[in-house]
């Protein structure tokens, strides 16, 4: 069982044990060396780079890498382009939540609605990428960026996302996806640890000064996730069991941005803090933050004296969730999963629900009783 982004995958085995999930080992294999494409380049070169590098989230990637630029170069960024980004964020924000859902659920829709659902996800794609286009030039016609959110969120409405409450649109395929969850194992419920700005400093520090930190990060003492799930604190409908909940906190994070994209399209306002941070650091470097999709990417550049990076390290939401022994294993290990494709279909549901940025492969394997 696969699920195909972009190059790479991870690979998710585990051992089963009268249905319960007893070992559980993740291992990625990802393209490596992208950070050094950027070492040398002129910092004013990067972000368009990391836009055409990135296949996912590739506005994300961009803007992270400017904010980082910016504060190496010590450069604010002016109000109008912020504006602009915090617009393209949240669009690509949106559809990349709902694509992967739509694209991946492991249980094919039924003919008629499917015929509908990839009109309305098509109507989301150009809608998002209207307001992308638009802010990559860094600036944004107020009056298009109105027409064009209205129209991401009638599509995300029609696909499911509700304009009120928790529940996905009766008779949409979100609501579909919901029921679907009803005879999927059900995971232990534990409070997520987030990734937040508090983080960023600890974070870049180890970044830094450890090589295997982008790989590999961890804060000590913590299990960290980022992400929708946590985000919204894991606390939406506690009552609903585990699946049902990460897939509610999705829906209610595309609410949320749909929301702030309304409130910046009709007042030019916007809570920057809440999904972009960056700073300075040591050795003329400069860290960006942004929240996408799939939690909180990390960009940090080094600019040497000649207006060239010289270093350059790119942390993804991914490496935090899917870590050997992150919350993705921990949420698993011991969890009453069943045997062969019923337990797979079970594995397949918690990882996409986790949403890596890769295509992720996964074995059960029976353990040997004597």
Same mark, same amino acid.
């Given at each position: 069982?696969?699920?195909?982004?972009?190059?790479?995958?991870?690979?998710?085995?585990?051992?089963?044990?009268?249905?319960? #999930?007893? =070992? +559980?080992?993740?291992?990625?294999?990802?393209?490596? *060396?992208? !950070?050094?494409? $950027?070492?040398? @380049?002129?910092? &004013?070169?990067?972000?368009?780079?990391?836009?055409?590098?990135?296949?996912?989230?590739?506005?994300?990637?961009?803007?992270?890498?400017?904010?980082?630029?910016?504060?190496?170069?010590?450069?604010?960024?002016?109000?109008?382009?912020?504006?602009?980004?915090?617009?393209?964020?949240?669009?690509?924000?949106?559809?990349?939540?709902?694509?992967?859902?739509?694209?991946?659920?492991?249980?094919?829709?039924?003919?008629?609605?499917?015929?509908?659902?990839?009109?309305?996800?098509?109507?989301?794609?150009?809608?998002?990428?209207?307001?992308v286009s638009q802010a990559r030039s860094g600036?944004?016609?107020?009056?298009?960026l109105a027409a064009d959110a209205a129209r991401?969120?009638?599509?995300?409405?029609?696909?499911?996302?509700?304009?009120?409450?928790?529940?996905?649109? #009766?008779? =949409? +395929?979100?609501?579909?996806?919901?029921?679907?969850? *009803?005879? !999927?194992?059900? $995971?232990?419920? @534990?409070?997520? &640890?987030?990734?937040?700005?508090?983080?960023?400093?600890?974070?870049?520090?180890?970044?830094?000064?450890?090589?295997?930190?982008?790989?590999?990060?961890?804060?000590?003492?913590?299990?960290?996730?980022?992400?929708?799930?946590?985000?919204?604190?894991?606390?939406?409908?506690?009552?609903?069991p585990h699946l049902a909940r990460r897939l509610?906190?999705?829906?209610?994070?595309?609410?949320?941005?749909?929301?702030?994209?309304?409130?910046?399209?009709?007042?030019?306002?916007?809570?920057?803090?809440?999904?972009?941070?960056?700073?300075?650091?040591?050795?003329?470097?400069?860290?960006?933050?942004?929240?996408?999709?799939?939690?909180?990417?990390?960009?940090?550049?080094?600019?040497?004296?000649?207006?060239?990076?010289?270093?350059?390290?790119?942390?993804?939401?991914?490496?935090?969730?899917?870590?050997?022994?992150?919350?993705?294993?921990?949420?698993?290990?011991?969890?009453?999963?069943?045997?062969?494709?019923?337990?797979?279909?079970?594995?397949?549901?918690?990882?996409?629900?986790?949403?890596?940025?890769?295509?992720?492969?996964?074995?059960?394997?029976?353990?040997?009783?004597?």
């Amino acid at each position: 069982m696969s699920y195909l982004l972009s190059a790479g995958t991870i690979r998710i085995d585990v051992t089963v044990s009268r249905g319960l #999930a007893c =070992s +559980v080992a993740v291992k990625a294999n990802r393209p490596e *060396g992208l !950070a050094r494409m $950027f070492v040398g @380049r002129r910092a &004013e070169e990067a972000p368009a780079l990391a836009g055409q590098v990135f296949s996912l989230c590739g506005f994300a990637q961009s803007l992270a890498c400017r904010i980082a630029v910016l504060n190496a170069t010590d450069t604010p960024m002016g109000d109008e382009e912020r504006v602009a980004a915090g617009a393209g964020l949240l669009a690509e924000r949106i559809f990349e939540t709902l694509r992967p859902l739509i694209l991946h659920w492991p249980t094919p829709l039924p003919e008629k609605m499917a015929l509908g659902v990839g009109r309305q996800l098509r109507e989301a794609l150009a809608a998002s990428q209207a307001i992308v286009s638009q802010a990559r030039s860094g600036q944004i016609a107020k009056d298009s960026l109105a027409a064009d959110a209205a129209r991401l969120s009638a599509a995300a409405h029609a696909l499911g996302t509700p304009r009120d409450g928790d529940e996905p649109v #009766a008779g =949409s +395929v979100l609501a579909a996806m919901l029921q679907d969850l *009803g005879d !999927a194992a059900d $995971f232990a419920q @534990r409070t997520p &640890e987030p990734l937040t700005a508090d983080d960023d400093a600890e974070v870049i520090a180890r970044l830094s000064d450890e090589p295997d930190f982008a790989r590999m990060p961890h804060l000590p003492g913590r299990v960290v996730e980022t992400g929708a799930f946590a985000r919204r604190g894991g606390a939406t409908l506690s009552c609903e069991p585990h699946l049902a909940r990460r897939l509610i906190a999705r829906i209610g994070d595309i609410q949320d941005c749909l929301a702030q994209l309304a409130r910046l399209a009709a007042t030019g306002e916007q809570d920057w803090s809440s999904f972009a941070a960056g700073g300075s650091t040591p050795s003329a470097g400069g860290y960006g933050a942004v929240e996408c999709a799939r939690g909180r990417l990390y960009h940090h550049a080094e600019v040497g004296s000649d207006g060239r990076l010289a270093a350059y390290r790119i942390l993804a939401p991914t490496e935090w969730n899917f870590h050997p022994v992150g919350p993705f294993v921990e949420r698993l290990l011991s969890s009453q999963i069943g045997t062969g494709e019923s337990a797979a279909r079970s594995v397949s549901l918690l990882a996409l629900l986790f949403d890596p940025c890769v295509a992720f492969e996964i074995g059960i394997r029976e353990a040997a009783h004597a």
